[in-house]
């Protein structure tokens, strides 16, 4: 059987070698499992960041596939360790902090969830601090060998939903949502999916108005000007040709942006 395709998102930067020890971890386990880097550089401690992050990419990846995320803030505290199954047969491992439910409701909903409390899957060496190397990576290494998610630990009815992301709202006929994430470019991603957008409109961001929205890509208006266009997540974004909008325009994550239909 084909080894699982197993993600891996944390706020461990590259700097250090701790993404390098999480995975000698896991592949001590599974050494001929398939780890996809989606990335290391979250924020550090930002957990919303990284649920952002994790919840845009998990789509891509085949039924059965494996997720480890590690933005832990609260690692050695009474915050629950956890894995869970989505509906569409994927697993998620990592804090029960938030941090895995946007990815999980986007993959079907909960199908089964435990708490990590059988320590004969974890790694040989236990730290307080290290729980993406010693605790996680080692269980996530388990589940690519074949051992079932019921096995490791006591089951669990939900996780934890400290944050949610904010739906967009409506005000005097015109949809109104806010600035999500803001990427490696600077475009300032929304909570606006495509499908509830006009045909046509104005976008209104701070103090930054763009008509004639959507534009069809990048290059549509001139250097160093602003646009909008539905981006690869399916949401409505801003950019500035050549350059960072979250530079130029002064805004970011928080920002009220309304759609006013043309």
């Not at 869970?84 to 999980?104: M, S, W």
């Not at 939903?161 to 999500?180: H, I, M, T």
Request: proline fraction near 8%; aromatic fraction near 6%.
């Amino acid at each position: 059987m084909q080894a699982p395709l197993i993600s891996l998102l944390t706020d461990f930067g590259l700097t250090d070698t701790y993404v390098g020890q999480m995975k000698a971890a896991l592949l001590r386990i599974a050494p001929n499992a398939l780890l996809v880097d989606l990335t290391h550089e979250v924020p550090a401690q930002d957990v919303k960041a990284g649920a952002f992050l994790l919840w845009s990419a998990v789509e891509a990846f085949p039924e059965g596939s494996l997720h480890l995320a590690v933005v832990d803030p609260g690692v050695g505290s009474t915050r629950r360790a956890v894995a869970a199954r989505t509906r569409r047969g994927d697993v998620l491992v990592g804090p029960d902090n938030g941090l895995l439910v946007p990815a999980l409701e986007q993959l079907g909903g909960l199908a089964a969830a435990v708490e990590l409390t059988a320590p004969e899957y974890w790694g040989p060496k236990q730290s307080r601090t290290f729980h993406g190397r010693d605790v996680f990576a080692p269980v996530v290494g388990h589940l690519a060998a074949g051992i079932p998610l019921e096995k490791l630990g006591r089951a669990l009815q939900d996780l934890e939903r400290p944050f949610s992301f904010p739906p967009p709202k409506e005000e005097d006929g015109c949809p109104v949502g806010e600035v999500l994430h803001v990427d490696t470019y600077g475009n300032l991603i929304t909570n606006l999916p495509g499908a509830v957008l006009p045909a046509r409109f104005r976008v209104h961001l701070g103090n930054t108005v763009i008509e004639n929205a959507p534009q069809a890509h990048y290059q549509a208006v001139a250097q160093g000007k602003p646009l909008s266009l539905v981006g690869s997540a399916g949401l409505l974004e801003v950019s500035v040709r050549d350059g960072s909008a979250a530079e130029v325009l002064g805004v970011g994550r928080g920002a009220r942006v309304r759609i006013e239909p043309r």
